[in-house]
């Protein structure tokens, strides 16, 4: 009995030890944001910069919000990055499992060559692409246009990875019922295959959407025209019109941030299974 009551304890002991660990962990990434959002609503007269932080507002002011969306073209900004969303979204996912789909269930000279060409890309750090990206922007007459800073983003070595992994989890015995049932490569993938993805589907579009909301460095570089310039960069020139005046920036940063929380919660249920299922392939 004494034996079994310590196996308990020392069981109770490591989940104690387990949690403890998690909720430093979850404070760890909470703590900045809770900081942030804390910083938004803050008066003047209460210091930001407290040790240890004063996260509770006295009292909690709306005034930084309202200098955060009218001293620049909030709207027309968050406007930008709806359009860059609901544009590239979409089509990042429909070219990544098109192009993911032979690399995974067909089989063609050179096949192996090219995914390793693809998983190559991902080592590559995005600054180093720059160059090269910007000359073949400009070669092909894109500079300072929507088409500039859409193409470039629509495909990724690790979303074709990642849609490659599930494609594999798919057993073989369903393409080949749907072979004899006179299924064509391109219905087989459509039909089939495409909705037995749909939670790597769900993981894949969270990745896209932070991506594209948050897209600062390509932006900045290809584009000249303010009138296009998404709410990433819009937000940097909130920055330097405010300077040193954090409640201000830490209330336009609230506010750009709304929109991924939200589409996050709203995929959040697909998104653990779809990486699971990712994982295992």
């Known amino acids: 009995m004494n034996a079994k009551r310590k196996r308990m304890g020392i069981a109770i002991a490591r989940k104690a030890l387990m949690y403890l660990l ?9 703590g900045p944001f809770l900081w942030l959002l804390s910083t938004a609503f803050k008066s003047n007269a209460q210091d930001v910069f407290t040790f240890p932080p004063d996260l509770i507002p006295k009292p909690p002011v709306w005034d930084q919000f309202v200098e955060a969306l009218t001293v620049i073209p909030f709207p027309k900004y968050l ?26 269930r067909m089989t063609f000279p050179g096949r192996d060559l090219i995914f390793y060409a693809i998983i190559g890309t991902m080592f590559f750090p995005e600054e180093g692409k720059l160059v090269p990206l910007f000359i073949i922007t400009q070669k092909l007459g894109l500079i ?3 088409w500039g800073l859409i193409i470039p983003g629509l495909v990724g070595g690790f979303s074709i990875f990642l849609m490659r992994q599930a494609y594999l989890s798919i057993p073989k015995e369903l393409e080949e019922a749907a072979i004899l049932d006179g299924c064509g490569p391109f219905r087989m993938w459509w039909s089939i295959m495409l909705p037995l993805t749909k939670p790597t589907l769900a993981a894949l579009s969270v990745f896209s959407f932070i991506s594209v909301w948050n897209s600062f460095i390509w932006p900045l570089i290809v584009l000249k025209n303010d009138d296009l310039y998404p709410l990433a960069l819009g937000l940097a020139y909130l920055s330097g019109t405010f300077g040193d005046d954090v409640r201000v920036m830490a209330a336009g940063t609230v506010v750009s941030l709304l929109p991924i929380i939200v589409f996050y919660l709203m995929m959040q249920r697909y998104f653990v299974s779809g990486m699971q299922g990712a994982i295992k392939g």
């Open 22 to 30: 998690l909720l430093l962990i979850a404070l760890l990434f909470v």
């Open 79 to 104: 406007l930008n990055s709806f359009i860059l969303i609901v544009v590239m979204v979409p089509a990042h996912l429909f070219l990544t499992s098109l192009t993911a789909y032979p690399l995974a």
């Open 144 to 146: 300072d246009s929507w």
